[in-house]
Structure formats: structure tokens, C-alpha cells
């Protein structure tokens, strides 16, 4: 028996053990849920290379750890350590969870419209059973992604945010997810629901953190339902350890004329792997995704899109980045759908990488499938270096050759970071990456 099949059988082992506790305050569809999750992974087991969707990212290593869940407890060291994040007051309102447990000291909620709901997956569990059933569990797939249906089994918190018809919620929430090993392998599953009424708006930001340099897994999967006219911003960004494990399911469905944009920012981690679909479900949609992946040494990391055009007169855009240094590893897979019922398809699709290394490798396979006649699609990926002539002009400026490469590389990925609207945190993260090139750029 492999190390991998061992750990899935844990993982099942596991599962029967924590079954009841898992179930105890849940409504009376969930059990049936997870169960259906559970056997599904048991069925799946861990993607291989060998799967067409994996063939470029190797989750042997990730297999075969023996992760634990994390400890929730909050102490006191942990507290200072937590108000110490660079990321972890952004000037917004926020939802904190460590380990994936909500801790409701270390959050606050300011300005919140009247009748939106915001909080922990487990409350809503309790109290808003039945708006989780119509939804949680109904975008993204578990039937056929192992890790959708082990996070399904597994999640026993995570941010749920329902905002009302018509209501503007103009400044934004902020959803922090700490990893905390504590000298062991822990794993969490963090699950997110997010619903924007018909004609709301909403602003929501995800960040991803490590407290300690630990081996952690985060296996997290967000839905999110953008009603007829909604519009939402989302963005996600990951910042854990270098020794961190990351898996992500972003998984979007939208109604007619609404708009959702997200954002992927992609700083740390191990190996990481997000996924993030939107279905544009009702005619006029438009969906809008930007995505940034700065990494170095051996780090891994692996985007996979899907934009699939339901209905017509829909509008796509997509824009992501990747800048490679060391004997770092990128993928970046985007497909976009186009249904034989989505004429007046309008669709772009671009992925740009600069690598500055020999040793960094990208794998980039733009896709489009279409199925109708009358639509506008395009798609293309580049692959290169930091322009010579760029740098000769800059030096002929004054400015010696490393503070050049710095200039034109932030300059590279600053593109898709100013597209982020909070500026707080669009500050913090130009402020991380300028100082990362500081690090790693050299004449």
C-alpha cells in the first residue's frame, strides 16, 4: 500500500470517528451530504499525475502527510502574534478564523446595511438552515473533485454572508483565515457562502496567513451566488508559509445582469492549486478575473480557470500574471465555455508570465470551447524574460540595472494588483512585492 492510500484511508478512518460529532447541531440534510462527500472521495482518492486536469502538479508529498486538525485555542502569545499580521487590520469590518473555527473575539463588524447576515458557517448552520440547503454544496462539484467532496465531509466553519436585495454594502469585509501548526501537520477545511441579493453590492476580501513557518494544509471551497443585477467583488489572497499546502475552490454562479470580479493573489505556499469557475447563468452577465502569482525557491503553483458562457449576450475578461524566479514551478490552465444558447459571446482571455530564472518552468494552456456562432472570443499566453532594451532604457536614465529590473518586474505585476479597489490592502501588497524583488533581484 502507498503512503497516499494509506492517508486516504485515515482520512475515512477519521470520518467515522468524528461522523457524530460533525452532525450534532446540523440540519437534518447535511448528514446525507457529507456522507454522499465522503464516499465520493473514497471513491476518487487523491488526484495523480496521471489525471489530465493534475498531469503538471504532483500532490504525492501532500498525499502522504499525516495532517491532524489544528488546536483552536487562541492564547495570549497567539492573540499578540495574530495583531501583529500585516494583513490582519485592513480598516474594514472582519470575520477571523484560526484553524478554520471562528473566534468572534478577534472579529468585528462595522457599518453592516440592515438584514445582511455575516458570520460563522456554524451559527448559520443552526439558524438558516434552510437558505444553506438550497445552496451550500449546489455549485461546486464534489462528484467529480476529490478535494471539493473531502472539504465537504470535513468543514465545520467557515464565513457565511447572506446581503439582502438592494443593499449596498460599500465598504469592505474582510474573511482572515490563520494556519496554525504548532510544531505538528494540521489540516483545515474552511468553507464559504457567500449570497448577494438581486441588485446588491458587495466588496469581500479573503486573505490566507500562516503564523509560524509550519507544514499546514488549507483545503477551503467558497461558492458564491450573485442574484439578478448583483454585483461582487472578491478577493482572495495567499500568504501563507513557504512549508504550507494550499487547495482552493472558488466556485461562482450568476444571474442575470449581475457582475462578479475576482481577484487571486498568489504570494505563498508551498504548493498551491486554485480553482475558480464562474457560470454565467442569466442573460447580460458579466464576469471579470484578474489573478497574480509571484513565487521563488521551489514553490509550486497552479491555476485553473473555467468562465463557462450559459446564456447570451454575456461579456468575460480575464487578465493573470506570474513572475518566476529560483526553480519555481507555475501552471496556469484557463478555459472558457461558449454553450450552443450563448450567441453575442464576448470573451478575452490573456496569461502573461516573466520568468527570471533558468530554472523557473510555466506550463500555460489557454482553452476555448465553443459551441455557438455569433460570439468574439480571443485568448493568448506569453512567456519571457525582463526586456533588455526596457532596462538599457531606464539605465540611460540614471538608474543602475538592479533598481531597473525591480522597476520593470513591479511594474509587470502592479497591472493586476491596482485593479484591487481597497486600498489599504492594494498598499500592503505593493509594498510586499516591491520588497520581495528587493530580496531576490540581482544585477
Known amino acids: ?179 496554525y501548526g504548532g510544531g505538528r501537520p494540521t489540516v483545515s477545511h474552511p468553507r464559504n457562502l457567500i449570497l448577494a441579493g438581486d441588485a446588491s453590492q458587495a466588496n469581500i476580501i479573503e486573505t490566507f496567513v500562516s503564523l509560524e513557518h509550519d507544514v499546514t494544509f488549507t483545503n477551503t471551497v467558497t461558492e458564491i451566488v450573485a442574484g439578478e443585477g448583483a454585483i461582487v467583488d472578491y478577493t482572495k489572497v495567499q500568504q501563507e508559509s513557504d512549508a504550507a499546502y494550499h487547495y482552493a475552490r472558488v466556485q461562482v454562479h450568476q444571474e442575470r445582469s449581475s457582475s462578479v470580479t475576482t481577484h487571486s493573489m498568489q504570494l505563498g505556499g508551498l504548493l498551491t492549486r486554485e480553482e475558480v469557475q464562474a457560470v454565467l447563468g442569466g442573460e447580460g452577465a458579466e464576469a471579470l478575473m484578474h489573478g497574480l502569482y509571484v513565487i521563488a525557491g521551489r514553490q509550486h503553483v497552479d491555476n485553473h480557470t473555467v468562465i463557462d458562457h450559459a446564456k447570451a449576450h454575456c461579456s468575460s475578461r480575464e487578465v493573470y500574471k506570474g513572475v518566476l524566479e529560483g526553480k519555481s514551478q507555475g501552471v496556469f490552465n484557463g478555459k472558457i465555455i461558449v454553450r450552443p444558447d450563448a450567441q453575442k459571446t464576448d470573451s478575452k482571455q490573456s496569461n502573461k508570465n516573466l520568468l527570471l530564472s533558468e530554472d523557473a518552468i510555466i506550463n500555460t494552456k489557454p482553452q476555448l470551447e465553443i459551441y455557438a456562432d455569433d460570439v468574439k472570443c480571443t485568448h493568448g499566453a506569453t512567456v519571457g524574460q525582463i526586456d533588455p532594451e526596457a532596462v538599457f532604457y531606464l539605465r540611460s536614465r540614471g538608474i543602475d540595472s538592479v533598481e531597473a529590473k525591480k522597476l520593470l518586474t513591479f511594474a509587470f505585476a502592479n497591472d493586476v494588483m491596482e485593479r484591487i479597489k481597497h486600498q489599504p490592502l492594494r498598499e500592503r501588497l505593493a509594498e510586499r512585492l516591491y520588497a520581495r524583488l528587493a530580496e531576490r533581484i540581482a544585477d
Open 1 to 179: 500500500m502507498t503512503a497516499a492510500k494509506e492517508q486516504e484511508g485515515l482520512y475515512l478512518e477519521s470520518f467515522t470517528h468524528l461522523e457524530k460529532a460533525l452532525n450534532e447541531h446540523a440540519p437534518a440534510w447535511l448528514p446525507k451530504l457529507r456522507r454522499t462527500a465522503i464516499e465520493t472521495f473514497a471513491e476518487l482518492g487523491f488526484p495523480t499525475t496521471h489525471d489530465e486536469e493534475w498531469i503538471y502538479t504532483n500532490v504525492a508529498t501532500l498525499a502522504a502527510t499525516p495532517f491532524v486538525a489544528g488546536s483552536t485555542k487562541v492564547t495570549d502569545e497567539i492573540r499578540k502574534k495574530i495583531d501583529a499580521l500585516p494583513l490582519a487590520d485592513l480598516g474594514c469590518s472582519r470575520l477571523t478564523f484560526f484553524n478554520g473555527c471562528y473566534i468572534p473575539e478577534l472579529s468585528k463588524l462595522i457599518g453592516i446595511p440592515t438584514g445582511l447576515k455575516a458570520g460563522s458557517m456554524s451559527s448559520a448552520l443552526r439558524n438558516h438552515g434552510i437558505v444553506l440547503e438550497r445552496h451550500l454544496g449546489h455549485y461546486a462539484d464534489l462528484k467529480t473533485h476529490a478535494l471539493v467532496a473531502l472539504n465537504t465531509a470535513f468543514f465545520e466553519d467557515g464565513a457565511f454572508i447572506e446581503v439582502p436585495k438592494g443593499a449596498v454594502f460599500q465598504k469592505p469585509l474582510h474573511i482572515l483565515q490563520i494556519s
